[in-house]
């Protein structure tokens, strides 16, 4: 123990002088009144004056002085678990702080370290001076402060935050030998990120310019960055999320979660990553729906704060279903028709293969047609309509489309802009192919061979207005043979793209709501080696993400920040120093203050910077200096202000001991004696919590309250879902309603006693068997008034093989199990739940009854039956409500609800709350219709 004022401790001294004169001056006597004369012979001679202060008053005495003296002395326990010398043991002490991304875990600890390091300087009186090493908001390079009381310096301290963006160590390391020219010489402590870096080195020498360091870690904390996956990743195929995870090193396996959330908070997947012991890296993945995938905005892995366990979708990342219509007979390997479509659009757009009418039947954002596709008058006819209705049609040259006697649109009697078709209904099509954007010239055209004066023609480069500009061309593209536009005053409109003499290659026109656009080549190497470039996978991926309002921005043109990330991981205003970002440089520019990781661009053509997009491989970095941990660097142990507090309740309580000496109220010092132990051991004892009486031996706790229960089927992830279905139920009841609800309970029927449980709630299992004694105890349990609400979890039993609709995946045999379950139930007719039903407004008005799944139906007694008056004793239906109402430890809602999201499970809770109250309270609402006949004849 060390003491800030240890002069004072001389006042110890003067402990003797006191005892003594303690001693010599007694308490005043007791007063005593003095009675009538007839009272004398009661009294009793006894000497009632201490000749001295009892020894147990003058020790108490004695501890009040002595704990007062040594508090104000102002004693200090360190409580530093670091060995050997402390670097700031001696001269003034410079603080070096990381606060890059990868501070971000564990920050209140770093700054806690820095706050003993900064009391023990104060102490001192020294003074100390601070550097952070990631750059600012305006990008202001890092700088050493002034030197200053560590009073001053803590306030400055606590206003500092990290930063979502990497260190810079080579500007550190200037600031550092620029301290060190000038003279300044001193203990170092630095606080490390323990990310090693490539300036590390100079920046080590740096440090140990100044004066002895000392490095300061926290070994245990995940440092993990949510990165890009790779391009060759194998798993990436179809319809698979691939995340990828680089972490740094750790002796021990770890399993981590990443939640794919959508833009309102929904979580719409959970990918499970495990990282080996000494790994660095870890790659997972989950099949979704196109659907359900597209609405992924983010992923955001858990443990992991701060913009680097936060990855933001883009447009780039959606998957656009992509329909190619094929053509019987065509289709060989490597050389058909749809091969080169196949390649280029796999790896950006959910691929569908098909008739037009298989493809049509599904939402589709481009329509691939290569040459013959589009034969048959009905197709085009069908195709139109759909076109009409916003689509985008990609057509092909060819062979079959050259011969066809329905492309002539060069006769005389053809309309200048074909495209301009009435646009009410797709039979007013007349009878020629409308489904080209220009008319087209009879014959071909072929540049080169051993016929032709002419060489193949390169690309012209793409003109503003088209989706292609920007796209490089590369110079061995060139055309052979192409299909030729008629020439017409507005042909330069229509043209995305042109070859070098200035003729067509890509032409569209408006159908329409959509889009048609024709290459007036082949979709295979015949006439052009155009599908054989990574030219060609560029421009139908700009095309396929046109229909979705995707505006591509040119490769050179800079997007502006939008809304950046903070260290918290929120989307906000971007920092005074954030700059704007060519748009090529996305995927390969790594985070920084320049560049902050968030959202760039306008709304058409918004991009994402991730701070995992360009991240070298993460390593530890190596200790400079003196290492310690963080977790030893805890604050010292100031006992002064507790020991002055007990030496002031010592004072109160000798105040009160010694007027119940003088008031004759305590007999003996033993009485005494004990009452001050006791008070003092009550001082010192920890606080305990009261703890509820526990129920009497052998009664539930549902006898004691309110609860809700679930039948156990055996299966942990199904009661598991029941028991957080029900305890979310059960809190938003609580929140909303008078209800009291307490945690619900899993049930057997037959063994556990039903009676206490208002309602009970029954998810269906594939493989449930029929129980007598179950039936029995459910049967008893209805005619008691219970109500039984029975979930066959998305299979509709009324519905032509038990199916709905695209989002469940039910176990099969679900509905033959529910038949199996309920055989020897007493069920009453039962009739199809409707908003005009006591259980629609019993808390809440409802018209609709979901669940995880919406437009199932809901089935209860036939209103009218007399029994249980009135009131249906079971509830069936098919919506799995306990999935939409389950909340997990963390107080997440871990499932979808589909498809409405956030305002469907709403409605989930609120149906669950009428329930709840239809169960406790019955039919009273529905006894209000009779109000005016009771009054009635109250009246009579």
Not at 768 to 774: H, I, K, S
């Amino acid at each position: 123990m060390i003491f800030q004022f240890p002069w004072l401790l001389a006042a110890l001294a003067v402990l003797p002088v006191i005892w003594l004169l303690l001693r010599a001056l007694p308490p005043a006597p007791r007063r005593q009144s003095f009675p009538a004369i007839m009272l004398l012979r009661g009294l009793h001679a006894r000497v009632t004056d201490a000749a001295t202060a009892p020894p147990w008053l003058l020790l108490l005495r004695c501890l009040a002085l002595a704990g007062l003296i040594v508090g104000l002395a102002g004693p200090v326990v360190p409580r530093d678990q670091a060995t050997g010398p402390r670097a700031e043991g001696s001269g003034d002490p410079l603080l070096v702080l990381d606060n890059g991304w990868a501070a971000v875990p564990g920050w209140t600890h770093r700054l806690a370290a820095l706050d003993t390091v900064l009391d023990r300087a104060g102490r001192a009186g020294r003074h100390a001076r601070l550097l952070t090493t990631a750059p600012g908001p305006a990008g202001e390079t890092p700088a050493i402060g002034a030197a200053m009381t560590p009073s001053l310096l803590r306030g400055a301290l606590d206003s500092t935050r990290a930063m979502p963006w990497p260190t810079d160590r080579a500007a550190a390391a200037r600031a550092l030998r620029a301290l060190a020219a000038g003279g300044w010489r001193g203990p170092v402590v630095y606080v490390s990120d323990g990310l090693a870096g490539p300036d590390d080195p100079a920046f080590a020498a740096a440090l140990a310019a100044i004066g002895p360091v000392r490095t300061l870690t926290a070994p245990d904390l995940t440092v993990a960055s949510l990165v890009p996956p790779a391009k060759d990743d194998p798993g990436a195929a179809g319809d698979t999320l691939r995340v990828a995870l680089a972490a740094l090193p750790q002796p021990h396996p770890r399993h981590l979660t990443v939640r794919a959330e959508a833009a309102d908070g929904g979580v719409l997947a959970l990918v499970p990553l495990s990282l080996a012991a000494g790994a660095d890296r870890a790659t997972a993945g989950v099949a979704l729906p196109a659907e359900l995938r597209n609405r992924i905005d983010r992923l955001v892995l858990d443990d992991m704060p701060g913009p680097a366990g936060m990855r933001l979708l883009d447009e780039g990342d959606r998957r656009r279903p992509v329909g190619l219509i094929g053509v019987a007979g065509t289709d060989t390997p490597l050389v058909g028709p749809l091969f080169y479509l196949r390649r280029a659009l796999a790896p950006t757009a959910e691929l569908r293969e098909g008739s037009a009418a298989t493809l049509l039947a599904r939402p589709l954002s481009v329509l691939v047609a290569p040459d013959g596709a589009l034969d048959s008058p009905q197709t085009r006819r069908a195709v139109a309509a759909w076109v009409r209705k916003g689509g985008m049609l990609v057509r092909f040259a060819g062979p079959l489309l050259n011969g066809s006697p329905d492309r002539d649109m060069a006769s005389p009697d053809m309309p200048a802009a074909p495209m301009e078709a009435p646009q009410d209904d797709a039979a007013h099509l007349p009878p020629a192919d409308t489904l080209l954007p220009v008319p087209l010239m009879q014959g071909e055209r072929q540049l080169g061979g051993a016929m032709s004066w002419g060489k193949p023609e390169q690309l012209a480069p793409f003109p503003d207005a088209s989706p292609f500009h920007g796209l490089p061309i590369p110079p061995e593209v060139t055309v052979s043979r192409q299909v030729l536009a008629r020439p017409a005053a507005d042909l330069a409109d229509h043209s995305w793209a042109r070859l070098s003499d200035g003729t067509p290659l890509v032409t569209h026109a408006a159908l329409g709501a959509g889009e048609v656009v024709l290459f007036h080549v082949t979709s295979t190497a015949d006439w052009s080696n155009l599908p054989l470039s990574g030219l060609f996978v560029a421009m139908l991926r700009r095309l396929a993400e046109r229909p979705a309002g995707v505006e591509a921005p040119a490769d050179h043109s800079l997007l502006a920040p939008y809304m950046t990330l903070d260290s918290d991981a929120i989307l906000g205003p971007p920092p005074p120093g954030a700059r704007a970002l060519p748009a090529d440089a996305f995927g390969t520019q790594a985070a920084s203050s320049a560049h902050p990781p968030g959202l760039y661009g306008p709304r058409t053509a918004r991009r994402a910077l991730n701070l995992g997009d360009a991240m070298p491989p993460l390593s530890p970095q190596q200790p400079i200096g003196q290492a310690a941990s963080l977790d030893g660097q805890r604050r010292d142990l100031v006992p002064g202000p507790w020991l002055v507090a007990a030496a002031v309740l010592l004072l109160v309580l000798d105040a009160l001991l010694t007027q119940m000496l003088r008031a004759g109220r305590l007999a003996g010092g033993r009485r005494a004696a004990a009452l001050v132990v006791a008070g003092l051991l009550a001082a010192h004892a920890p606080a305990r919590p009261a703890l509820a009486d526990p129920p009497p031996a052998g009664v539930p706790g549902a006898a004691l309250e309110t609860r809700l229960g679930y039948i156990l089927t055996g299966h942990d992830d199904i009661d598991t879902v029941s028991r957080q279905g029900l305890q979310g139920l059960s809190d938003y009841a609580n929140a909303r309603t008078s209800a009291v609800l307490g945690h619900p309970d899993g049930v057997v029927p037959g063994r556990d006693d039903l009676s206490y449980y208002p309602m009970l709630y029954w998810p269906v299992t594939a493989d449930a068997t029929a129980d007598p004694a179950r039936a029995a105890a459910l049967n008893a349990y209805m005619r008691h008034g219970g109500i039984l609400m029975i979930d066959s979890q998305g299979v509709d039993p009324a519905a032509p093989g038990g199916g709905h609709d695209s989002f469940a995946a039910p176990a099969p045999g679900t509905a033959a199990a529910l038949r199996r379950m309920t055989q020897g139930l007493d069920i009453p007719p039962l009739t199809r739940l409707t908003d005009h039903h006591v259980l629609a407004h019993t808390f809440y008005l409802l018209h609709g009854f979901p669940g995880r799944y919406d437009g199932l139906p809901v089935w209860v007694a036939r209103e009218g039956d007399s029994a249980n008056d009135g009131v249906s004793p079971v509830i069936v239906g098919a919506s799995d409500w306990a999935h939409a109402w389950a909340v997990d430890a963390q107080g997440d809602t871990p499932y979808a609800t589909m498809p409405d999201g956030n305002t469907q499970r709403v409605a989930a809770y609120r149906f669950g709350v009428n329930a709840v109250l239809y169960a406790l309270t019955g039919n009273y609402k529905a006894d209000q219709v009779h109000v005016p006949a009771l009054l009635r004849r109250l009246g009579e």
